[in-house]
């Protein structure tokens, strides 16, 4: 389990009682994609306080044939390749269970001894530090969707169709009782492990925590899923929709407003409805952007395609309590807090851009003290249950991209070097998708995809 680390010495002895002797210094690239280097313990104390050289490519690099885009800065087309220096976070510390002798600690970037702010854990950072000035702090979690097939032949680990079979929770009981096990060990508190609708399809939802601690759970884990299904013959793909025609993934952000101590949920006052005015501006700031954001929450042409009528998807930006058909889903935990599903994103859209994009509207409907349309108390597939003028939500890359280009908020928000490393690789997948129509290729996406993510 992580615990709070207060220096770089008081590691070295906490690794060395745990019979560490390799640690892996990590991180999530664009797509959310683990990256690490190992490092042997003897050199731990040089790397950690003198940095790690890593090539900052990762967030230049398209999954094409792992080149470069002509982002500038990071990549070598740019000119010099120049390496950044990583650091880690101490608090980040785990031990690895499947691993022998294996710890983990996650790294931040920097370039000429500044963060590089491109990268999507500063990026997350920084919108939570903005909130924090204005005194909030975000309480989070995330349910993670995802398919389990057999490495070898791709065939889903589980057969039919049918929510929370008590038979397909333990399709393969060892693979069920690692990830039950050893997920807690490596700090990822599973409140919910089940079967859901499609075959091989899985959901794991954690525990919620403030911070970007959430987010980086979120990131745990993912690829501690990855490499447990490895162990046991499988693939889990967080793609979004590996099959047409099947149930996509998702990523639901759960997500409420505290005072900055943690303390004091801010979620809820008198008034009609019982939302406070920090939450309904909170909403309405993130309804107004949601044409933009969404290509953060959708980041792949395959996870757009999940915005459509009846697919347990939103397809505008629309509100409601307790209803599963609006893009914020406002509803209540077992103690009577009040908190928000952020319906939006997909299964393989990087957690901390999910959080990114939502503190940073939410900030922008505090700020402004915007108030949200009508609350959907009916189906919001349906236009007449709908306010009028409500922004539906693109479905194409082209069109996502020109909503986040036009939304100078999120734009300033999230930075310009991350906008321009971000679009690039975006601009990217539209060449491959125009590349793989020409082709005829209609496995291109899950090609691309599937093993990657």
Same mark, same amino acid.
């Given at each position: 389990?992580?615990?709070?680390?207060?220096n770089?010495?008081? &590691?070295m002895?906490?690794?060395?009682?745990?019979?560490v002797?390799?640690? *892996?210094?990590?991180?999530?690239?664009m797509?959310?994609v683990?990256?690490?280097?190992i $490092? #042997?313990?003897s050199h731990?104390?040089e790397k950690?306080?003198?940095?790690?050289?890593?090539?900052?490519?990762?967030?230049?690099?398209d999954?094409?044939?792992?080149?470069?885009?002509p $982002?500038p800065k990071?990549?070598?087309i740019?000119?010099?390749?120049p390496?950044?220096?990583m650091f880690?976070?101490?608090d980040t510390?785990?031990?690895?269970p499947?691993?022998k002798?294996?710890?983990r %600690?996650?790294?931040?970037p920097?370039l000429?001894?500044?963060?590089l702010?491109?990268h999507?854990?500063i990026?997350?950072?920084?919108?939570?530090?903005s909130?924090?000035?204005?005194?909030?702090s975000?309480?989070?979690?995330?349910?993670h969707?995802?398919?389990?097939?057999?490495k070898?032949? !791709?065939?889903?680990y589980?057969?039919g169709? $049918?929510?929370r079979?008590?038979?397909?929770?333990y399709?393969?009981?060892?693979f069920?009782h690692q990830?039950?096990?050893?997920l807690p060990e490596? @700090?990822?508190?599973i409140?919910?492990?089940?079967?859901?609708?499609e075959a091989g399809?899985?959901?794991?939802?954690h525990k919620p925590?403030?911070?970007i601690k959430?987010?980086d759970?979120? !990131?745990t884990?993912r690829?501690?899923?990855?490499?447990?299904a490895?162990e046991?013959?499988y693939?889990?793909?967080f793609?979004t929709? #590996?099959?047409?025609?099947t149930e996509a993934?998702g &990523?639901h952000f759960? !997500?409420?407003?505290w005072d900055?101590?943690?303390?004091?949920?801010?979620m809820?006052d008198n008034?009609?409805?019982?939302?406070?005015?920090?939450? *309904?501006?909170? $909403?309405?700031?993130i309804l107004?952007h949601?044409?933009?954001i969404?290509?953060?929450?959708?980041p792949t042409?395959?996870c &757009?395609?999940r915005y459509? #009528?009846y697919?347990?998807?939103p =397809?505008a930006?629309?509100w409601g309590?307790d209803n599963?058909?609006?893009?914020?889903?406002? =509803?209540?935990?077992?103690?009577g807090?009040?908190y %928000?599903?952020n319906? &939006?994103?997909?299964?393989a859209?990087? #957690?901390y851009?999910?959080?990114?994009?939502t503190?940073?509207?939410?900030?922008?409907?505090i700020?402004?003290?915007?108030e949200?349309?009508?609350?959907?108390?009916g189906?919001?597939?349906?236009?007449e249950?709908?306010p009028?003028?409500t922004?539906?939500l693109? =479905?194409?890359?082209k069109?996502?991209l020109?909503?986040?280009?036009?939304?100078n908020?999120?734009?300033e928000?999230l930075g310009?070097d991350f906008?321009q490393?971000?679009?690039?690789?975006k601009?990217?997948?539209i060449?491959?998708?125009?590349e793989a129509?020409e082709? @005829?290729?209609?496995?291109?996406?899950r090609?691309f995809?599937?093993?990657?993510?």
């Amino acid at each position: 389990m992580a615990v709070k680390i207060e220096n770089v010495e008081q &590691l070295m002895s906490k690794m060395k009682a745990d019979d560490v002797k390799f640690i *892996r210094f990590e991180l999530g690239d664009m797509y959310g994609v683990s990256r690490s280097k190992i $490092i #042997p313990i003897s050199h731990f104390m040089e790397k950690a306080t003198r940095g790690l050289k890593f090539n900052p490519g990762y967030l230049g690099w398209d999954y094409r044939k792992d080149g470069s885009l002509p $982002i500038p800065k990071y990549t070598f087309i740019a000119g010099s390749r120049p390496d950044a220096v990583m650091f880690p976070d101490l608090d980040t510390y785990i031990t690895i269970p499947w691993l022998k002798n294996t710890g983990r %600690i996650l790294i931040e970037p920097t370039l000429d001894s500044e963060p590089l702010t491109a990268h999507p854990r500063i990026v997350a950072r920084r919108q939570l530090d903005s909130l924090r000035e204005l005194g909030y702090s975000l309480l989070s979690a995330y349910e993670h969707e995802f398919f389990v097939v057999d490495k070898d032949t !791709h065939e889903p680990y589980t057969k039919g169709n $049918i929510s929370r079979s008590t038979l397909r929770n333990y399709g393969d009981p060892e693979f069920t009782h690692q990830i039950l096990t050893d997920l807690p060990e490596v @700090g990822v508190d599973i409140e919910v492990f089940e079967s859901e609708y499609e075959a091989g399809q899985v959901e794991i939802v954690h525990k919620p925590s403030f911070g970007i601690k959430a987010a980086d759970t979120s !990131h745990t884990c993912r690829i501690s899923v990855k490499e447990i299904a490895l162990e046991h013959g499988y693939i889990a793909s967080f793609m979004t929709q #590996p099959w047409p025609g099947t149930e996509a993934s998702g &990523l639901h952000f759960n !997500h409420s407003l505290w005072d900055v101590q943690g303390q004091n949920s801010k979620m809820m006052d008198n008034s009609s409805n019982g939302l406070s005015k920090v939450a *309904r501006n909170w $909403i309405a700031g993130i309804l107004t952007h949601a044409p933009a954001i969404s290509v953060l929450m959708a980041p792949t042409s395959n996870c &757009l395609k999940r915005y459509e #009528p009846y697919s347990c998807a939103p =397809t505008a930006a629309t509100w409601g309590f307790d209803n599963r058909t609006t893009a914020l889903r406002v =509803t209540q935990n077992t103690n009577g807090n009040m908190y %928000i599903e952020n319906r &939006l994103s997909s299964g393989a859209a990087n #957690p901390y851009l999910v959080l990114a994009a939502t503190v940073a509207a939410g900030i922008d409907g505090i700020k402004h003290e915007m108030e949200p349309p009508e609350n959907v108390k009916g189906n919001a597939y349906e236009f007449e249950n709908i306010p009028a003028k409500t922004a539906m939500l693109p =479905t194409d890359m082209k069109t996502a991209l020109e909503h986040l280009s036009n939304d100078n908020v999120i734009r300033e928000a999230l930075g310009e070097d991350f906008y321009q490393c971000y679009t690039g690789f975006k601009l990217s997948e539209i060449l491959m998708e125009q590349e793989a129509k020409e082709k @005829g290729n209609t496995n291109w996406e899950r090609e691309f995809l599937f093993e990657r993510m």
